[in-house]
Nanobody, 124 residues
Framework: QVQLVESGGGLVQAGDSLRLSCAASGRASSNYAMGWFRQAPGKERELVAAISRSGRSTNYADSVKGRFTISRDNAKNTVYLQMNSLKPEDTAVYYC?????????????????WGQGTQVTVSS
């Protein structure tokens, strides 16, 4: 079992950058494929980015390609989401999640463990 804690959210202006971190404790994060999801008010939770156990494979939602980068440091049990050129439509609660799969996992149901979320608000 793994516990996930997100940090790094906040209020920024359009065009700014933020880096979210997801710290894993309990079982080592290298045992899990990881993902970042987001949920805006009144909308379903959606996958933003995902990364394989090794970190060699990644996948992004079309809406964030070229702006967001997911990475991981298994030695630090931490997964990151670098968010550049933020837009007001990126405003949401961002969640880190862990899957017992090896490769990139693309659906909400693939993930077993979830963090509590961190709020990202982008003003225009």
């Amino acid at each position: 079992q793994v516990q996930l804690v997100e940090s790094g959210g906040g209020l920024v202006q359009a065009g700014d950058s933020l880096r979210l971190s997801c710290a894993a404790s309990g079982r080592a994060s290298s045992n899990y494929a990881m993902g970042w999801f987001r949920q805006a008010p009144g909308k379903e939770r959606e996958l933003v980015a995902a990364i394989s156990r090794s970190g060699r494979s990644t996948n992004y939602a079309d809406s964030v390609k070229g702006r967001f980068t997911i990475s991981r440091d298994n030695a630090k049990n931490t997964v990151y989401l670098q968010m550049n050129s933020l837009k007001p439509e990126d405003t949401a609660v961002y969640y880190c999640a862990a899957s017992t799969g090896t490769y990139v996992q693309l659906t909400t149901g693939d993930y077993v463990y979830w963090g509590q979320g961190t709020q990202v608000t982008v003003s225009s």
